[in-house]
């Protein structure tokens, strides 16, 4: 088992930074780490990801440029810088783990899940 808290969430103006942060605990292997977000309204969306051993790193295309992930192994958390923010970003954002993955963009990859963290994104 394996589990995630996040933290670090908030109300943000438009064009501001937030970082999250996911701290994983637990004695599962762990192959990916992702981010997902859940706006009112709408269907779950992947923001990223990034490999555990090999620190591969994918992002959605809405936030590429903007959002970086990083990880620091020492403390099994992985994080989620934002800039730029824009009101669209406003939703709860999820960590989730994997044991195992063939692209890490889509939720049914994802085995753990934490329990989300509110960003909120002021015009």
């Known amino acids: 088992q394996v589990q995630l808290v996040e933290s670090g969430g908030g109300l943000v103006q438009a064009g501001g930074s937030l970082r999250l942060s996911c701290a994983a605990s637990?004695?599962?292997?762990?192959?990916?780490m992702g981010w997902f977000r859940r706006a009112p309204g709408k269907e779950r969306e992947f923001v990223g990801a990034?490999?555990?051993?090999?620190?591969?790193?994918y992002y959605a295309d809405s936030v590429k440029g903007r959002f970086t992930i990083s990880r620091e192994n020492a403390k099994n958390t992985v994080y989620l810088q934002m800039n730029s923010l824009k009101p669209k970003d406003t939703a709860v954002y999820y960590c989730a783990a994997a044991n195992s993955y063939s692209s890490g963009s889509y939720h049914y990859e994802y085995d753990y899940w934490g329990q989300g963290t509110q960003v909120t994104v002021s015009s």
């Open positions: 637990g004695r599962t292997f762990i192959s990916i």
């Open positions: 990034i490999t555990w051993s090999g620190g591969s790193i």
